[in-house]
């Protein structure tokens, strides 16, 4: 597929211009991986055709439900047209378990359930190691209105709930999810950017040694050749599980 322009690159993706409509864009996913803030950084061969299939099976699911999202189409693995919008600087996390981050500032909060699912907000700024954020405070600072916060959480919780019933139907625990949001040209909130095996914890059976996602990479003491197969591997189960969730219903 044509590409045009470079738009934006981040380290697991390059975003470009559509070369026809000025109205859509075209994520292009790399075969990187990283963790703390970009400090490891690693190339896994496949891993951008991976992502971008577990992303397209994930919208698909998404759009299906009702969610309002950027995507539009997924015409090769590694390429992803979406509609064009402006990101907001925040990843909003929403968690069904203490995990992670968490757990580790509420360390009391081990072997809670969060009914509904909580919801925490993170600016994007490497620099500052993505801190999190109160929702006075980014209204506060302009990054988004009110109304805007409200929707984020509401609309969070709704993907995050589609997304932990689909994994449940195949005995797969969604932890935790993180996504973003842009504003399309109307000024309506998309969930945009990627939704892949970097933005969950996934547990199979509910049981963490298990675990299918990013954290096994973030986790390794050692990264070598055998590391990075086996992250590889289970990557590759993600896409042909959430794939399930496309051949179940159709397109």
Same mark, same amino acid.
């Given at each position: 597929?044509? @590409? /045009?322009?470079? +738009?934006?690159?981040?380290?697991?993706?390059?975003?470009?211009?559509?070369?026809?409509?000025?109205?859509?864009?075209? =994520?292009?996913?790399?075969? /990187?991986?990283?963790?703390?803030?970009?400090?490891?950084?690693? %190339?896994?061969?496949?891993?951008?055709?991976?992502? /971008?299939?577990?992303?397209?099976?994930?919208?698909?699911?998404?759009?299906?439900?009702?969610? &309002?999202?950027?995507?539009?189409?997924?015409?090769?693995?590694?390429?992803?047209?979406?509609?064009?919008?402006?990101?907001?600087? *925040?990843?909003?996390?929403?968690?069904?378990?203490?995990?992670?981050?968490? #757990?580790?500032?509420?360390?009391?909060?081990? !072997?809670?359930?969060?009914?509904?699912?909580? %919801?925490?907000?993170? +600016?994007?700024?490497?620099?500052?190691?993505?801190?999190?954020?109160?929702?006075?405070?980014? %209204?506060?600072? !302009?990054?988004?209105?009110?109304?805007?916060?409200?929707?984020? $959480?509401?609309?969070?919780?709704?993907?995050?709930? $589609? =997304?932990?019933? &689909?994994?449940?139907?195949?005995?797969?625990?969604?932890?935790? *999810?993180k996504i973003e949001f842009g504003r399309a040209s109307d000024g309506? @909130? *998309?969930?945009?950017?990627?939704?892949?095996?970097?933005?969950?914890?996934?547990?199979?059976?509910?049981?963490?040694?298990?675990?299918?996602?990013?954290?096994?990479?973030?986790?390794?003491?050692? %990264?070598?050749?055998?590391?990075?197969?086996?992250?590889?591997?289970?990557?590759? #189960?993600?896409?042909? #599980?959430?794939?399930?969730?496309?051949?179940?219903? /159709?397109?």
């Amino acid at each position: 597929m044509e @590409l /045009g322009h470079v +738009l934006a690159e981040g380290k697991t993706k390059i975003v470009y211009a559509h070369p026809t409509d000025p109205d859509l864009a075209i =994520l292009r996913h790399k075969d /990187g991986i990283t963790a703390g803030d970009g400090a490891r950084r690693s %190339v896994i061969e496949g891993k951008g055709a991976l992502a /971008g299939q577990t992303t397209a099976n994930v919208f698909h699911l998404l759009n299906r439900a009702g969610i &309002a999202t950027h995507f539009i189409a997924a015409p090769e693995p590694t390429l992803t047209v979406v509609r064009r919008c402006a990101m907001i600087p *925040l990843e909003v996390v929403m968690r069904r378990l203490p995990a992670g981050s968490y #757990l580790r500032r509420h360390p009391e909060a081990a !072997g809670q359930r969060f009914e509904p699912p909580l %919801v925490e907000f993170f +600016l994007k700024d490497d620099a500052r190691h993505d801190p999190q954020i109160m929702p006075e405070e980014i %209204v506060a600072q !302009g990054i988004a209105t009110a109304a805007e916060v409200e929707q984020m $959480t509401n609309i969070g919780r709704q993907v995050f709930q $589609t =997304l932990e019933t &689909a994994w449940a139907a195949l005995d797969v625990t969604l932890v935790d *999810l993180k996504i973003e949001f842009g504003r399309a040209s109307d000024g309506s @909130l *998309l969930v945009a950017d990627v939704i892949d095996n970097d933005s969950w914890r996934i547990w199979p059976g509910g049981d963490p040694n298990r675990m299918l996602d990013k954290q096994v990479y973030r986790n390794a003491q050692v %990264v070598d050749e055998t590391l990075l197969a086996d992250v590889r591997e289970r990557y590759a #189960l993600v896409a042909e #599980l959430t794939g399930r969730w496309v051949t179940k219903e /159709g397109r």
